[in-house]
């Protein structure tokens, strides 16, 4: 993958950071998530519902409240980015017993890698999922969406404040090495920053939100690390076998993912029309989902290894120091009045 990446600059230039990542990622023979399995504990990350199932059962509980409020209809259940498949099987199989639930349930996925797929497929094959690489070929239907750390992995564009004002980081290769240069920005950026200090925007990310919104009608979950507020800093990192690692070093090998800039969601959101709930603490979500009374419960049939197992997910998934208060909880809404738990 390096030298093909150092070809194509080579060839046409230096790259801009969203380009040299949606390449590092989703090249089609070499890229990130062509390849085989980022997940689990020998992987390169962990996510909430690879954490534990009582993650996927209070986002279970919240789509059954949206469900019920859209006069359960026969709908599409979206999830963009699922992985392994594990949040989407935990849903399904904590709606099993809901009358008509699953009868009324189309799901659908969206997903770019041939891996995760195969694996999606495993996972779900009973409940006939369909596969999308955009949302473009979705049915028009209802649709009650979920996206769990899928927004980090979209392209963003750094921007950098230099002696001669704002401009766009880009990637060069010199001899055999990747480095990081700069070029002209071709628009003024209104903010105030130091000099050396980044600016993210991902123009693709808005693009996705805005299109979502489009084709949504019903309501969807955003799941993310990220910030409330826009602000200044370099969120790009690598990631691999739950190391950070150099952007430039063994490219297409390491998990490549940004905070989400909420604030530039919900203008996304709210340009296209929808109507935007939080974000909120990921802790507080789930708090309000019932996660306590949840763990209390699974509690009282399991063996002391489960609880000590029970206890520390809980905590990993709620606990600010964790991932309560870093990851951040959005609702959208479009063209109907929901009202949406949690927030
Ligand atoms: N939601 C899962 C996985 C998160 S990792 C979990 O919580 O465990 C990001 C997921 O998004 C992976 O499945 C990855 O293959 C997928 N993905 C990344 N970029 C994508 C794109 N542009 N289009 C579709 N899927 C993408």
Redesign the pocket.
């Known amino acids: 993958m390096d030298e093909i990446l150092k070809n194509i600059i080579r060839d046409k230039g230096p790259i801009d950071v969203a380009e040299f990542m949606g390449l590092a990622?989703?090249h089609p023979a070499h890229g990130y998530?062509m390849k085989g399995d980022?997940?689990g504990t020998r992987g390169d990350?962990t996510?909430?519902?690879?954490i534990s199932q009582m993650f996927g059962e209070m986002v279970a509980a919240w789509i059954m409240d949206v469900w019920q409020q859209m006069g359960a209809p026969e709908f599409t259940l979206l999830?963009?980015?699922?992985?392994?498949g594990?949040?989407m099987a935990d849903i399904m199989r904590a709606t099993k017993s809901v009358p008509g639930f699953h009868e009324a349930a189309h799901v659908h996925l969206?997903?770019?890698?041939p891996a995760?797929r195969a694996m999606q497929a495993a996972a779900l094959d009973i409940y006939k999922p369909e596969w999308h690489?955009?949302l473009e070929t979705l049915p028009d239907q209802p649709m009650i969406v979920i996206?769990?750390?899928?927004l980090?992995?979209?392209p963003v564009r750094q921007l950098i404040r230099t002696g001669e004002g704002w401009r766009e980081r880009v990637v060069a290769v010199e001899g055999e090495k990747f480095v990081y240069g700069t070029k002209d920005l071709p628009f003024n950026l209104g903010v105030q920053a130091e000099e050396g200090e980044i600016f993210e925007i991902s123009p693709v990310r808005s693009q996705f939100v805005m299109d979502l919104m489009k084709k949504m009608d019903g309501a969807a979950l955003i799941i993310d690390y990220g910030h409330a507020e826009p602000g200044l800093g370099d969120t790009l990192q690598a990631l691999r076998k739950h190391q950070y690692v150099s952007l430039l070093d063994g490219v297409g090998d390491a998990?490549l993912t940004t905070h989400v800039d909420f604030y530039a969601v919900k203008q996304s959101a709210e340009a296209a029309g929808g109507k935007v709930f939080g974000p909120v603490e990921q802790g507080a979500f789930l708090k309000a989902l019932g996660i306590d009374q949840r763990a209390e419960t699974l509690k009282t049939r399991a063996t002391p290894a489960q609880k000590t197992d029970i206890e520390n997910s809980l905590r990993r998934l709620t606990d600010s120091g964790q991932m309560g208060w870093l990851f951040k909880v959005m609702g959208l809404t479009n063209g109907r009045a929901i009202d949406l738990a949690g927030f």
């Open positions: 990622l989703g998530y980022p997940f990350f996510t909430a519902p690879e999830e963009c980015g699922p992985g392994r594990t949040l969206l997903e770019i890698s995760l690489v955009n996206a769990n750390e899928f980090d992995a979209l998990d």
